[in-house]
């Protein structure tokens, strides 16, 4: 009985929950890719992800080989078929049949494996309590997992959809993602072409660029001396001055846009850049503020004392001591102003009038009219989203590289 104790029901039950989720979660995606009317079997799904987990279950303690995942993954594809009558996604075999095939792979890889890196390590008879409150969590991490990528992906995924498409297949089945790739590179961008020839988008995107990294080097400018004097020097009231620099962050946005859009017509800053660079570096310099003082304290401040010992100014001890360990939290800063900057869109809005000087979200702004092809609003979304993801991940190296840069030996 030690083969069948608590790992082996809970590989079971976690097989079964991953076999349903498996058969919504594809299916769904099938049925955005071909535009056809599937429905998830979802008692299917279950039954076959329990059938499947329960052969890694029993198998596993006796040859943990990659063939026997491949085997569990046929035997959740067979189940599956039988159990649904031949409809896997909830149509014959005969419909849509390779596409078929593939999401059921699909569905059947994601279960499997899902159960073996839950299941990695143990087996039955492995039937500590502590082993399986491991299982348990990583069930649960691995479902949260699943949930924060769908939350993420699946806006962006129907954004690039919808942007590849014209406006009679967007009215003719709003559901319907699934591109035609024969219609030529011409037809299929036709969207983001006529953006920058119609639409000023190129204008949009070096207006957003000019304000962000300003935005960003002015906040820097700022941030870092006010961050280390509150996380290294002593003077009066640098408690209360440490504590309260996120008060602004108290006063609502929306509340500070009409004295200011009264200050700025009478100085000759509305309908400029210029504005701009006046608010948004003053919110974002607390919030940078806030986070450097607290990466500077984590810098040991003995190293800073024996770069004064051998001669060297404050100044250059921030330079050259300071600033190259905290270059994570820089980079980390860097990109949160930045997206701040490149999104913002409640002062654009009120202070941009010419089309010349509107940002991009500015810009995006004036693409939801009835006037405009949807399609023409996913683009312009995709445009304003594919810089910052780029951006995020060529700066993730600087991020993970440099996350024990402060520590200190000995």
Same mark, same amino acid.
């Given at each position: 009985?030690?083969?069948? %104790? ?18 919504? #979660? ?18 299917? %799904? ?38 649904? =009558? ?7 075999? +005969?419909?849509?049949?390779?596409? @078929? $095939? ?20 143990? %087996? ?18 691995? $479902?949260?997992?699943? !949930?924060?990528? *769908?939350?993420?992906? $699946? ?11 014209? @406006? ?7 559901? +319907?993602?699934? *591109? ?12 983001? !072409? ?15 660029? *000019? ?6 080097? *002015?906040? #820097?400018?700022?941030?870092?001396? =006010? ?70 304290? =984590? ?7 024996? %770069?004064?010992? +051998? ?48 940002? #991009? ?5 004036? #693409? ?43």
């Amino acid at each position: 009985m030690s083969r069948f %104790g608590n790992i082996f029901w809970l590989c079971l039950l976690f097989g079964a929950i991953w076999g349903a989720l498996a058969s919504i #979660l594809l299916t769904v995606l099938a049925l955005f890719v071909s535009g056809l009317t599937f429905q998830p079997q979802v008692a299917a %799904g279950a039954v076959a992800g329990l059938i499947g987990s329960g052969v890694l279950a029993v198998l596993f303690p006796i040859r943990r080989t990659p063939g026997v995942v491949a085997m569990a993954a046929v035997i959740f594809m067979v189940v599956l078929t039988v159990a649904s =009558g031949a409809q896997p996604l909830g149509l014959g075999l +005969d419909v849509y049949a390779f596409g @078929q $095939l593939v999401f059921v792979i699909l569905m059947a890889a994601f279960t499997v494996q899902s159960v073996n890196l839950i299941a990695k390590g143990f %087996g039955p008879g492995s039937e500590k309590r502590y082993n399986v409150e491991v299982i348990c969590l990583r069930f649960v991490k691995g $479902l949260g997992l699943v !949930t924060f990528t *769908i939350a993420v992906a $699946l806006p962006f995924f129907v954004m690039v959809m919808m942007s590849l498409k014209n @406006q009679q297949l967007l009215l003719s089945n709003p559901l +319907d993602f699934s *591109i035609d790739f024969a219609q030529g590179s011409e037809a299929l961008f036709r969207s983001y !072409t006529e953006l920058f020839t119609q639409y000023h988008f190129g204008t949009y995107l070096l207006n957003s660029a *000019i304000v962000s990294v300003a935005t960003v080097l *002015i906040t #820097l400018f700022f941030a870092v001396p =006010g961050a280390y004097a509150v996380a290294r020097l002593r003077f009066p009231g640098q408690k209360f001055l440490s504590r309260s620099i996120l008060l602004i962050y108290m006063v609502p946005m929306i509340v500070l846009v009409i004295p200011l859009y009264a200050i700025f017509s009478q100085l000759g800053l509305r309908n400029t850049l210029w504005g701009l660079l006046f608010v948004y570096p003053a919110t974002t310099i607390p919030v940078a503020l806030y986070m450097l003082q607290g990466y500077f304290r =984590g810098i040991p401040a003995e190293l800073e004392e024996a %770069g004064l010992m +051998d001669g060297l100014t404050r100044i250059n001890v921030i330079r050259k001591i300071t600033m190259p360990l905290a270059l994570p939290a820089l980079a980390s800063v860097a990109l949160y102003v930045f997206m701040i900057a490149w999104n913002e869109f409640l002062f654009a809005f009120m202070f941009l009038d010419n089309v010349d000087l509107y940002t #991009l979200s500015r810009g995006i702004a004036e #693409l939801n009219s009835s006037e405009v092809p949807r399609q023409h609003l996913m683009a312009g979304a995709v445009i304003a989203t594919v810089p910052v993801l780029a951006l995020f991940l060529w700066f993730e190296r600087f991020l993970v590289a440099g996350l024990t840069a402060g520590s200190v030996k000995g």
